[in-house]
């Protein structure tokens, strides 16, 4: 199983962007999937999570300006990002917890490897 994310750049303060994120391999069911992002010296945070029925979950800072949706024919999950500002400025990563068709009946969870988004003032 993996999971490719795509998207991240260099915009300026104010702009948006979407990232997206595809999960492939021998999949049976995914669960929850999400975005989490990171700066250099902290400790990776949750962004949005949305579960398999659609249910959203926001950090505080991006409640308002960030849209967490997926579309699970195609296994993937996005991440709409408005009025970004410097703050916004991470690698963000995604996360699914999935069954695979091996073991069907035991939730594991996988990592994108990170995409950059830079947000300039």
């Known amino acids: 199983v993996q999971l490719q994310a795509s998207g991240g750049g260099l915009v300026q303060a104010g702009e948006s962007l979407r990232l997206s994120c595809a999960a492939s391999?021998?999949?049976?069911?995914?669960?929850?999937m999400a975005w989490y992002r990171q700066t250099p010296g902290e400790q990776r945070d949750l962004v949005a999570s949305?579960?398999?029925?659609?249910?959203?979950n926001y950090a505080d800072s991006v409640k308002g300006r960030f849209t967490i949706s997926r579309d699970n024919a195609k296994n993937t999950v996005y991440l709409q990002m408005n009025s970004l500002t410097p703050e916004d400025t991470a690698v963000y990563y995604c996360?699914?917890?999935?069954?695979?068709?091996?073991?069907?009946?035991?939730?594991?969870?996988?990592w994108g490897q990170g995409t950059l988004v830079t947000v300039s003032s």
């Open positions: 391999g021998s999949i049976y069911r995914i669960n929850d």
């Open positions: 949305i579960s398999n029925g659609g249910n959203t």
């Open positions: 996360n699914a917890k999935l069954m695979t068709v091996v073991y069907q009946r035991r939730e594991v969870i996988y």
